[in-house]
């Protein structure tokens, strides 16, 4: 019944109309064969964007899980070293965001103090204004308004007479709303200022509860680097720990390399190995040990270089990047390692607070960490290496 209905009904359209149905129908199949294609991409692109973080999430879970397994292999000196360096790094975050959140504070109150000064000046202009029109109001009392219309003869003249008290009444009215909105309005501007000056000052009263805080880890920490450097000096040789520290950090590494294989993130990104002797410096200092350099009493050799600086110095990216590693190792202190693909990383030791967790994407020159504040041996600032598929490369090769 239905079907025949529809074609009694395709009989009974005009010639026009079938061939605009016609068209209408091409149009669309048209549309869907050309759009159907940048459908199909963008639903693939999308799931192995997917697929991508997943992969990537997946290695930062296997790295964790190493990190987990080799801090079983501290000792206690070096426990209480990394618990030490890790409040401070937590507590220097924390005051670094509530200065952020101070400085937003000081600005909306210089902000609020000259809206509130505006205001003022409105309201005595408002306020003169309406104390004009008091007194014409007071010495036209005793003329009545009426009585002058009425005594009009000339009609003309009268209506001239009503409009311009029309016009002068509508004015004092909208002198009266304006004061009572500045008035409103300063209020309202009055109550933000003292919520934002309470907020300000349990702020600043916040950030100096944080500062004696970070003053007492810090001392944590000197009794801690204190405690590792006799532990050292009992149970073994300092070349053996050194030696430890080092091969630490390598067995990361290479789980790092084993964890990412497949992960292919960087199609985006400027190749690493392009930027050859033109790559910004993490941090701008000094170099005061050079990549292959000696040290534990000439036995080993440095895979890196330190950059002296202020304790708190911000360090940057040197290109864009997957951080894949963001916590304390035992001998680098608190790390940084960036993956840039094509087999190229990027290290940042002894760091004092860490800005950026793993997984984290960063583009070239963010900041990552702040510099560290050293110790007995090593100077503030930071470590820095560059290393591809896992030998180490010199960063002053690649620095600008």
């Known amino acids: 019944m239905k079907i025949a209905w529809q074609q009694t009904r395709a009989n009974l359209l005009e010639p026009s109309q079938k061939v605009r149905l016609m068209h209408r129908s091409r149009f ?52 209480q070293l990394q618990e030490a360096e890790t409040e401070v ?11 952020l959140v101070i400085a937003n504070r000081q600005s909306e109150l210089v902000d609020l103090q000259e809206q509130q000064t505006g205001l003022t000046n409105r309201l005595e202009v408002d306020q003169e204004l309406l ?13 009545s308004f009426l009585k002058t219309l009425l005594n009009q003869e000339d009609i003309a003249e009268s209506a ?31 109550e933000s200022l003292t919520v934002t000056l309470n907020e300000l000052n349990a702020q600043q009263r916040a950030l100096q509860n944080e500062a004696a805080a970070l003053s007492e880890a810090k001392q944590d920490r000197a009794i801690a680097l204190v405690n590792l450097n006799n532990d050292i000096a009992t149970r073994s040789s300092e070349l053996e720990t050194l030696e430890s520290s080092q091969q630490e950090l390598e067995a990361l590494l290479a789980e790092i390399r084993r964890a990412m294989e497949g992960v292919t993130s960087f199609a985006d990104v400027p190749p ?25 009493d000439g036995n080993l050799e440095r895979r890196g270089i330190t950059i002296a600086a202020a304790a708190g110095t911000p360090v940057k990216a040197i290109h864009a990047g997957r951080i894949v590693f963001s916590d304390w190792l035992r001998g680098s202190g608190l790390l940084v390692i960036i993956d840039h693909g094509n087999g190229y990383m990027s290290l940042y030791g002894a760091n004092q607070a860490l800005t950026q967790a793993a997984g984290n994407w960063v583009d070239a020159g963010e900041t990552i960490a702040s510099s560290g504040a050293g110790s007995a041996r090593g100077p503030a600032g930071l ?3 560059i290393r591809y598929r896992g030998e180490a490369q010199n960063p002053q090769n690649w620095l600008r």
């Open 160 to 190: 001239r007479l009503l409009h311009y008290s029309r016009v002068f009444s509508d004015s004092q009215l909208n002198n009266i709303n304006s004061y009572r909105n500045a008035l409103s309005e300063l209020d309202r501007v009055n």
């Open 131 to 143: 104390s004009q029109a008091i007194r014409i109001a007071y010495l036209a009392n005793d003329q």
């Open 383 to 385: 470590y820095f290496e």
């Open 272 to 296: 690493f190995a392009d930027e050859r002797g033109s790559l910004p410096p993490p941090l701008a200092g000094p170099v005061t040990t050079q990549f292959g350099s000696r040290y534990g």
């Open 89 to 99: 790094a937590r507590i220097s975050q924390s005051i670094a965001e509530l200065e």
């Open 28 to 79: 669309i199949c048209f549309c869907f064969l050309v759009f159907l294609p940048s459908f199909i991409n963008a639903a693939e692109n999308i799931e192995l964007t997917q697929q991508e973080l997943d992969s990537v999430n997946f290695a930062i879970s296997e790295i964790q899980d190493w990190l987990t397994d080799a801090s079983t292999r501290q000792s206690a000196a070096e426990t």
